[in-house]
């Protein structure tokens, strides 16, 4: 080999290593100062950031996140609200005008940062909106810290979208996405996505807050609190120390994404302990419209038990629960939900969502504005699951997703699909958006169920967990396990459930008898190709079920949860029909279809069955 020639073979070779290099993920530490003028819903803040790059890249600019600068009239999100017009989010508008648009001078969101300096550098910015970007005095080198310094103070919006004062329940401050956060950097490069009304994103951090409010406030936030004994509502016993009749609180978190608070005067505090952890808090105003947060004390310990010991052992030694917001929105260690419920199970699905973002969001926290599904999609599923065990139906449904399966095809049949891989603010519509970050984001790991068996499943979503747990995960770290614990190729389906909008449809053609055997005729009459389960029940009550494997699996299903079943020569998907033939004649049978369990999202299930009459 000639020296030019290796020397590129060398350089290529390099390159390559260098595009497959290890996973990193940067962090920061935060320490803040925040004062509190509660009259007039302002505050004042300072921080300072150490911001570690373990990243393989030099630096130059860094990018934070003002998210309250978006409410205001003629904001991006007002603008967003407004271009949507009825087809958007009904918690922005009325009768399909944003109520951004109204928000009253006094009443407008803003981070008005005074200086930031880089190790004492001052340092030029500029505000892009709800996205600050800095340009460094000195870059910050690969596996190199640095760190900021912060001046600012803010006015707390009109709440209407997660953040704000005075929500509709009467909740003084709801303080979520309130300081000047910095971005994340990945291989994907800078996550500084505007801010119109949709998901978040961070790096893992370290926060150290202090808070001095007004010293009739009580405080519930995300984190640990280090000086109970010298706040409102945490000990009886407490002795309120006030510096001009206010009162200081000092909160800590670790390897958290954010840290969120809310602060009202009629709040209660409420706490107790799950069996091996965490320890959990109710924060709320107490009274007959709240009623139902007592009796949800003994279904929120069984939900964490189940959590555990289902999908990975919950990392933090706390979880708030806090009246707050405007519906439910998950932060590190709480969440904010509004604290009216008509009923147990309502409060109940709303807190076991929301907590089950301490999962698909704060733990595995996969990049939200980028693959929504990931996050809502799995933490749907959770939620489906534990609400099952935790509320049994009173049907006879054969799985915990029945009501999720009837939602997808009632939104395919009204034609306004979008598909999920679109980014989360992008979503033309807003109902499209829910149904394919939430339903269609469930029904991925449902169908990934009935495609590899729910044990294989299980094992998948533990080890998800285990590998990637404290991490930004991607669709692509998923599905690598995914293949390698059930040695299937499910590539295909990936593409066609979470880049497309394209549908399952299978059907029974015909079904032909004779004096010993029966043949029947099945067709796949749209674009998504599946394996099939095929049973039929006998006359003395038997069920007999043939897997139908799809070559694009390469591996075949070798044994699910729903039953047992013989294994039948597979279906190309390039064919549309396929011809099985079972040992069975018409006077031995009652029933034959597709798909018993009727987990397969099939857009037209009527045709999948048969009674033998």
């Known amino acids: 080999m000639k020296k030019s020639v290796a020397i590129l073979f060398a350089f290529i070779i390099t390159q390559f290593q260098a595009q497959q290099g290890a996973y990193y993920q940067q962090y920061a530490k935060y320490k803040m100062d925040i004062d509190v003028n509660a009259e007039k819903f302002t505050y004042t803040g300072n921080q300072t950031l150490e911001y570690t790059n373990n990243s393989p890249d030099e630096l130059k600019?860094?990018?934070?996140?003002?998210?309250?600068?978006?409410?205001?009239?003629?904001?991006?999100?007002?603008?967003?609200?407004?271009g949507q017009g009825k087809n958007g989010d009904g918690r922005l508008q009325k009768d399909g005008i944003s109520r951004l648009a109204s928000i009253p001078k006094d009443q407008e969101g803003s981070q008005n940062i005074h200086w930031i300096r880089q190790n004492g550098k001052e340092l030029k910015f500029e505000v892009q909106e709800t996205v600050m970007k800095v340009y460094l005095a000195e870059p910050i080198k690969p596996n190199s810290k640095t760190t900021f310094t912060m001046n600012w103070d803010a006015v707390i919006p009109q709440q209407i979208r997660r953040s704000g004062r005075n929500n509709k329940e009467g909740i003084d401050m709801t303080m979520t996405q309130w300081y000047p956060k910095i971005s994340e950097y990945d291989y994907d490069g800078?996550?500084?996505?505007?801010?119109?009304?949709?998901?978040?994103?961070?790096?893992?951090?370290?926060?150290?807050?202090?808070?001095?409010?007004n010293k009739d406030y009580i405080v519930g936030a995300g984190g640990t609190l280090l000086n109970p004994s010298e706040v409102k509502g945490y000990e009886a016993s407490a002795k309120i120390k006030a510096d001009k009749n206010k009162a200081t609180w000092k909160w800590t978190a670790k390897n958290m994404l954010d840290f969120a608070w809310a602060a009202d005067k009629d709040y209660s505090v409420e706490s107790f302990e799950v069996p091996q952890g965490p320890k959990v808090y109710f924060v709320y105003q107490k009274n007959d419209k709240t009623k139902y947060w007592t009796e949800a004390k003994p279904y929120i310990s069984k939900y964490f038990q189940i959590m555990n010991s289902r999908f990975g052992k919950y990392a933090y030694p706390s979880y708030a629960f806090i009246q707050g917001g405007?519906?439910?929105m998950e932060y590190g260690m709480c969440t904010m939900i509004l604290g009216e419920a008509e009923g147990l199970e309502d409060l109940m699905g709303?807190?076991?969502?929301?907590?089950s973002h301490s999962w698909y969001q704060q733990m595995l926290a996969t990049n939200e504005p980028m693959r929504p599904w990931m996050d809502e999609g799995f933490t749907s599923y959770a939620e489906s699951i534990v609400m099952h065990e935790l509320f049994p139906p009173k049907d006879d449904r054969p799985n915990a997703f029945v009501e999720k399966l009837d939602a997808y095809r009632n939104i395919v049949k009204r034609g306004i699909e979008e598909p999920a891989v679109w980014?989360?603010?992008?979503h033309d519509n807003g109902t499209a958006y829910s149904f394919?970050?939430?339903?269609?984001?469930?029904?991925?790991?449902?169908?990934?169920?009935?495609?590899?068996?729910?044990?294989?499943?299980a094992k998948i979503m533990t080890e998800y967990f285990k590998e990637w747990s404290m991490k930004h995960p991607s669709d692509r770290d998923f599905l690598h396990i995914a293949q390698q614990i059930s040695g299937m190729d499910l590539k295909w389906f990936h593409?066609?459930?979470?880049?497309?909008i394209k549908t399952i449809d299978y059907g029974i053609k015909d079904v032909k008898y004779d004096g010993k055997s029966t043949t029947i005729t099945l067709v796949n009459k749209s674009q998504v190709p599946m394996p099939i389960d095929f049973s039929v029940i006998t006359t003395d009550n038997k069920i007999v079920t043939y897997q139908i494997p799809l070559n694009m699996t390469r591996t075949w299903k070798t044994k699910d949860a729903y039953g047992d079943f013989t294994t039948l020569n597979y279906w190309p998907w390039t064919q549309k029909e396929y011809t099985l033939t079972i040992p069975y004649s018409k006077s031995q049978l009652k029933v034959l279809g597709i798909d018993f369990s009727q987990r397969m999202a099939d857009v037209n299930p009527e045709d999948n069955f048969v009674e033998v009459k």
């Open 61 to 82: 600019v860094v990018y934070f996140h003002l998210y309250w600068n978006a409410f205001k009239p003629n904001s991006m999100m007002d603008q967003r609200v407004a």
């Open 190 to 213: 800078w996550a500084a996505f505007d801010y119109v009304g949709r998901e978040f994103h961070a790096p893992f951090a370290d926060f150290d807050v202090t808070i001095k409010i």
């Open 326 to 328: 405007d519906g439910g």
């Open 350 to 355: 709303l807190m076991i969502h929301e907590g």
């Open 423 to 426: 980014l989360g603010d992008h």
């Open 436 to 457: 394919a970050s939430y339903v269609k984001g469930e029904l991925y790991l449902v169908q990934l169920g009935y495609i590899v068996g729910e044990g294989n499943l």
């Open 495 to 500: 593409h066609y459930w979470i880049n497309t």
